[in-house]
T-cell receptor
Framework: GIQVEQSPPDLILQEGANSTLRCNFSDSVNNLQWFHQNPWGQLINLFYIPSGTKQNGRLSATTVATERYSLLYISSSQTTDSGVYFCAVVTGGSTLGRLYFGRGTQLTVWP | EAQVTQNPRYLITVTGKKLTVTCSQNMNHEYMSWYRQDPGLGLRQIYYSMNVEVTDKGDVPEGYKVSRKEKRNFPLILESPSPNQTSLYFC??????????????FGQGTRLTVV
């Protein structure tokens, strides 16, 4: 199946810093989503972004499908941004609709 | 409010005692699926359903059953739970599209411990 690689695996920031998380995927995708898993384990939808750029407050994301990567930008980090960020993709064919997840980036923001 | 609701959120049970984790969505989604999340292994798909009465295995279906009798509900059944099924479980739903699906929404998760 498709490989989804996220980097860095761990990121430690001080409050107020900016960061960029990367997601590379090994094959063409139909859809791509970014999730935040909070300390309580819930998966929160951040972006549905098969291509292009989107912004939501301090967060923005860009997907370049032709080059098989997506970036998640977090500006002015806050302690509430801590948690694990996952990238997940959907491919076509026999696995239509199924999400393939990366291993995530563990973000820790210190006050 | 559009949502996917899982119950229970937390469950501790004993080996061999049948249990059901319920999942319900109110978005009229065709596609529903179950994932389990384990340290070091990430999220893996257990079963999925593309519509009522249509279900199929994901990557790790052993020890699980599902049914899809109504569009909104997709329960996960563990007929004889074992300790290796201790995990964090997620239900997800989305519209189904031949183009590859649409935005998926996840339930709050069910943390299951089998002793």
């Amino acid at each position: 199946g498709i490989q989804v690689e996220q980097s860095p695996p761990d990121l430690i920031l001080q409050e107020g810093a900016n960061s960029t998380l990367r997601c590379n995927f090994s094959d063409s995708v139909n859809n791509l989503q970014w999730f935040h898993q909070n300390p309580w384990g819930q998966l929160i939808n951040l972006f549905y972004i098969p291509s292009g750029t989107k912004q939501n407050g301090r967060l923005s994301a860009t997907t370049v499908a032709t080059e098989r990567y997506s970036l998640l930008y977090i500006s002015s980090s806050q302690t509430t941004d801590s948690g694990v960020y996952f990238c997940a993709v959907v491919t076509g064919g026999s696995t239509l609709g199924r999400l393939y997840f990366g291993r995530g980036t563990q973000l820790t923001v210190w006050p | 409010e559009a949502q996917v609701t899982q119950n229970p959120r937390y469950l501790i049970t004993v080996t061999g005692k049948k249990l059901t984790v319920t999942c319900s969505q109110n978005m009229n989604h065709e596609y529903m699926s179950w994932y389990r999340q384990d340290p070091g292994l990430g999220l893996r798909q257990i079963y999925y359903s593309m519509n009522v009465e249509v279900t199929d295995k994901g990557d790790v279906p052993e020890g699980y059953k599902v049914s899809r009798k109504e569009k909104r509900n997709f329960p996960l059944i563990l007929e004889s739970p074992s300790p290796n099924q201790t995990s964090l479980y997620f239900c997800a739903s989305s519209f189904f599209s031949l183009g590859g699906g649409t935005e998926a929404f996840f339930g709050q998760g069910t943390r299951l411990t089998v002793v």
